[in-house]
Structures are given as C-alpha cells and as structure tokens.
C-alpha cells in the first residue's frame, strides 16, 4: 500500500510537471506567434474609431515613414519621450516626410507583445484615447522597431495621426472670347463697338476670381498636439 501511494505521488508530481512546461511552451508560443505590425495595428485602431462611430483612419505612406524614423531615432539616441535630447519634435520627422497637415498627434507604445493589449492601454489612457478618437484627424502612419532601449531588448510602436492640408481648387481660366464678324461686301462693313457694361462686368469677375485664388491660398498654422 505505501509503495503504491508513493508510485502515485510520484506519477502526479511527474504529470503537474510536464502539465506546467506545456502551458509555460503555450504561453511562450502564443505571445510570439502574433509579433506587432503596422497593419494589426491599424486594424485594431479603427476597430475603436468604428466602435466610437467614427471614420476609419486612411494610411498615409509618408506617416509610416515619419512613425518608422521616430522609432529607430529613438532607439538610436537612447531615449523614451516625445522629444529627443537635441529638442527634436515629432513634427520634425512628419516634416521631412513631407506631409502637409493642419493638425498632428503622435502615441507611443513599448514592451507590448500583442497589438490588443497595446491599443488597450492607449485607450485607457485619456491623452492617448483623444488622438484615436480625434473626429479631426483622417489618416494615419505606424512606425514598429525592435532593439535595445535603455538598456532593455523591446519593441518600440510609434502611431503619427494627422489632418492633411485639402488641395487649394483655383478657378478654370476661361479662354479670351473673341468676336465673330460675319462675311460681308465692303460697303456693308460697320465697325462693332464692344457692350461697355459687358466689358465692366468681364473686369469684375476677373477680379472676384483672383480674389477667390488668393483667399484659397492662404493656409492656417498648423495645431500641434503632444501626449
């Protein structure tokens, strides 16, 4: 009986073991088979926008760019803020992208495995939360980056949201009219004496639209949001 309790102690002790290294190889297995991308992670935010009501974000080519470069910048130059050491702002690297905006905001993320534990904690952040649901902004760019950041191995996920500058419409210029005479005989020829009041009113109306070209030229400053 003592030996047979004892093979039974020991044959539970084995099956708890090899129970416990399977879930931990589970667990292991499922934080690494979902890495974070730029794509999951622009899936997973405009699931909340649709959630809130709000439009889908458009991805912008030039955001991923900017996002990317803050990324590997601030693993390159050591630092976790939305301002480098040398005071270099978010909107430098939307900047240089290129990207033409009114309004910009910019969310980052570290140490996350899984882009719906990520978009989580921003969402319950109230400053983070602001830029995902900001009816205002309309596109969207993600930078990720894996390395060694302040001295720990982690993925760093940088989110640039932006309102973009709407292209300024200029009026068609209308061709010169020309006035048409018709073939006559000499002595039938008058000399046709162009309408004043039309002349006046041509002269008006150029003149609306140039006023037109440069009221469309004039383009606000840009609103800068930091969190």
């Known amino acids: 009986m003592r030996s047979t309790s004892f093979l039974c102690r020991i044959w539970q002790g084995l099956f708890s073991t090899i129970l416990l290294t399977s879930l931990m190889l589970v667990s292991s297995v499922s934080v690494q088979a979902a890495p974070i991308t730029q794509q999951q992670t622009v899936v997973s935010t405009n699931q909340e926008r649709e959630s809130a009501s709000l439009d889908e974000f458009i991805v912008d080519e030039r955001?991923?760019?900017?996002?990317?470069?803050?990324?590997?910048?601030?693993?390159a130059n050591n630092?976790?803020?939305?301002?480098?050491?040398?005071?270099?702002?978010?909107?430098?690297?939307?900047?240089?992208?290129g990207v033409e905006y009114e309004m910009a905001g910019e969310n980052l993320a570290r140490g996350f495995y899984q882009v719906e534990s990520m978009v989580e904690a921003w969402?319950?952040?109230?400053?983070?939360r602001a830029n995902v649901l900001n009816q205002s902004f309309t596109h969207i760019g993600i930078g990720v980056a894996t390395g060694t950041l302040e001295g720990i191995?982690?993925?760093?996920?940088?989110?640039?949201?932006?309102?973009?500058?709407?292209?300024?419409?200029?009026p068609v210029a209308r061709p010169a009219k020309t006035e048409e005479r018709a073939a006559v005989?000499?002595?039938?020829?008058?000399?046709?004496?162009?309408?004043?009041?039309?002349?006046?009113?041509?002269?008006?109306?150029?003149?609306?639209?140039?006023?037109?070209?440069?009221?469309?030229?004039?383009?606000?400053?840009?609103?800068?949001?930091?969190?």
């Open 123 to 128: 969402m319950a952040s109230p400053m983070h």
């Open 185 to 227: 005989s000499v002595d039938t020829v008058k000399t046709v004496k162009p309408n004043i009041f039309e002349s006046i009113g041509q002269r008006v109306y150029r003149g609306w639209q140039r006023l037109l070209i440069v009221a469309h030229s004039v383009v606000q400053p840009a609103q800068k949001l930091l969190t």
């Open 79 to 97: 630092y976790w803020s939305h301002d480098a050491p040398n005071g270099t702002t978010p909107w430098v690297f939307i900047e240089q992208a």
């Open 153 to 170: 191995e982690t993925t760093v996920v940088v989110a640039h949201y932006a309102r973009l500058v709407s292209p300024v419409v200029r």
């Open 63 to 75: 955001l991923n760019q900017s996002a990317q470069q803050k990324a590997e910048h601030m693993l």
